[in-house]
């Protein structure tokens, strides 16, 4: 027999309680009588104690048997056989490499799935499933016991968060199509309730925990030598915390200061004046139950040079930014861009000009032909004024806007979603949006030639969107899942993941898409190495003390799993509330008026 509530259970340490109404006796008090006659046939002497001897009515074994049934039907009993046919999931998010006593919950789960193997018969089947990065079956064929407990070994915990899974939907859907007995979800996450063939099996107890939530090197601005890092740090625990963040490059530690950590709260820390190296990584020195979170890598940022590929059908007002330091670019015309080789460019600049689709590089768009998928166009404006603008944005700082007038303007009317950051009464003239981890920005009007000093608040702008674009373009670390972009591909490429694994690219897939271990990952063409950056995103998995519950409805039916349990929990709600009716018609309660006609004839 199983309980598909076991904590109801608990109710039966209550049962003594029942006790408590049979043994208080109220105290005697004196009264006064004519005579004694009514109390010599049949009278008790009564002690004056207010606990005595332990008179039990057969009314308190009634009473006392219909809690325990109430107790045992809340507890939800079902008597089962042995399955021959079961399927485990194994939760390996993130949060399942936290250490318990010695050992992660990863591996307290192995051992609960081992144990549920041998539970089976010799001719049971197993199918395994893990959750991340998506619900997937991990052997192609029903696996025997022996070979299930191989396979259990072998699974690891990915660093990645918990998929959004509706786990009452998806198990019962498990069950149904492949016709389990049982379906075992073991995770971290304790379950709301539970289901006859469904069930939850979590490890784990909830802990305090710190986490490095962010992390970024950058350059100040374009042309700038000068690097400079931030960390996040936040507190998932009831109590401040003091702890050293340090920064390393390639392994070598270059800086480190001590912050305050509030309770249930976040600090930060910036570093400057950084040298350069291709790789960093800041960390914390606490040793917590989740030793994943406690670092975090970032890779260099951008040369400070930035390369432009412009797309113009009027080359000699794009040429024009090839006298700002740290930038080059190469002009082609709109009918020569589906043929040009587009990779290594940090920027391209479509100049009354656009593609079909948003490029996989950061793109600006200049006055776009009408009814293009990112804007329409509205009617011209001239001598524009401007009448609001974003003043938090890089785009718009250091710039006199009473002073910034364009000639010519039209317009945007966005098709998409996104931010305008500078507005004129006619609408909106720069929009701005992010895809893919590229930038984008429309502009509605045309900020070039570049004249430098002879148009200053234009020239000013000019600088803000490049500087904007080249921090976009530097190599942002981005979340454990996200494929790499790999771009045209030579024989030789090859990925070294964090691990130290070597993996061969083949020719004919644009991104890479095994990026399930934190860290720094290396893609190698012939002499060039190129560095991106991994880290767990998910905060949720660093809250180690309320991991969100797993509820079961109880929907789960599937042909035969009648014969593997057999539920009887309402036989037993059926026989307290039968009990409850005999207590009721034997024991009835005294109402008001009966009380009242016995009052006035003992009168």
């Known amino acids: 027999m199983e309980f598909l509530n076991p904590t109801a259970l608990l109710g039966l340490f209550a049962l003594p309680l029942l006790l408590i109404p049979y043994l208080a ?58 399955p021959t046919s079961i399927a485990i999931v194994l939760d390996n998010s993130a949060s399942m490499q936290t250490v318990e006593d010695g050992k992660t919950r990863m591996a307290l789960a192995k051992e609960k799935a081992g144990g549920l193997t041998t539970e089976l018969g010799v001719s049971g089947k197993v199918d395994l499933y893990t959750t991340t990065p998506r619900l997937q079956r991990v052997n192609a064929a029903p696996l025997s016991t022996i070979e299930a407990k191989s396979l259990i070994g072998s699974i690891q915990a990915n660093d990645l968060g918990d998929p959004p899974i509706d786990y009452d939907d998806a198990l019962s859907r498990l069950a149904r199509e492949r016709k389990y007995e049982r379906v075992y979800l073991i995770t ?17 107890q909830p802990k305090s925990n710190l986490a490095v939530t962010a992390f970024e090197v950058r350059r100040s601005s374009l042309g700038n030598a000068r690097l400079e890092a931030s960390a996040t740090v936040n507190n ?34 910036s570093f400057e004046g950084l040298p350069e190296y291709a790789g960093y990584q800041a960390e914390i020195d606490i040793r917590d139950a989740l030793a994943l979170d406690n670092r975090r890598f970032a890779t260099a940022p951008a040369s400070r040079h930035l390369r432009i590929l412009a797309v113009t059908p009027l080359p000699q007002a794009l040429t024009s930014l090839r006298s700002i330091p740290g930038v080059s670019v190469d002009v082609v015309t709109p009918a020569d861009y589906q043929k040009s080789a587009r990779t290594g460019y940090g920027l391209e600049i479509f100049h009354f000009a656009a593609p079909e689709v948003l490029p996989e590089n950061p793109a600006l768009f200049i006055l776009p032909p009408e009814k293009s998928f990112l804007v329409d166009l509205g009617a011209p404006l001239g001598n524009v004024q401007i009448s609001n603008w974003r003043e938090s944005n890089m785009l718009t700082r250091y710039i006199n806007f009473s002073l910034f007038r364009p000639t010519y303007a039209r317009p945007l009317k966005p098709q998409t979603t996104g931010d305008v950051v500078i507005e004129s009464p006619g ?19 045309d900020p070039l030639p570049y004249l430098g000093r002879e148009n200053l608040p234009m020239s000013i702008f000019t600088l803000n969107f490049l500087d904007w674009f080249f921090e976009s373009g530097a190599l942002k670390s981005q979340a454990t899942g996200e494929p790499i972009a790999l771009g045209p591909m030579q024989p030789g490429d090859a990925i070294i993941a964090p691990t130290g694994e070597k993996a061969s690219l083949k020719s004919g897939g644009d991104y890479f898409l095994d990026t399930y271990r934190q860290g720094v990952y290396q893609r190698q063409r012939g002499r060039e190495t190129h560095l991106y950056a991994r880290n767990l995103t998910d905060a949720n998995e660093s809250e180690l003390r309320t ?45 008001v008026g009966k009380f009242r006609r016995g009052s006035r004839q003992a009168v």
């Open 427 to 445: 609408g909106a003239l720069a929009f701005a949006l992010e895809r893919k981890g590229f930038r984008y920005l429309v502009l509605g009007f």
């Open 25 to 82: 006796r109220r105290k005697p008090r004196r009264l006064v009588f004519s005579s004694l006659l009514l109390f010599l046939e049949g009278g008790v002497q009564v002690s004056g104690r207010p606990l005595g001897r332990i008179h039990l009515p057969p009314i308190f074994f009634l009473q006392l048997l219909l809690l325990a049934l109430l107790i045992l039907a809340l507890s939800e009993p079902v008597f089962s056989v042995r």
């Open 236 to 269: 998932f625990s009831t109590r401040d915390e003091k702890v050293k963040i340090t920064v390393k490059g390639n392994g070598t530690t270059l800086t480190s200061r001590e912050i305050l950590v509030r309770a249930d709260k976040s600090a930060s820390a």
């Open 547 to 591: 991991p969100a519950a797993i509820e079961l409805q109880g929907s789960t039916q599937t042909p035969g799993s009648g014969s593997a349990l057999f539920t009887f929990w309402p036989y037993l709600l059926l026989g307290s509330l039968l009990l409850l009716f005999i207590e009721w018609f034997i024991n009835p309660p005294l109402t």
């Open 188 to 204: 971290d996450h304790p379950a709301a309730s539970q289901d006859a063939v469904a069930r939850v099996i979590s490890v784990g």
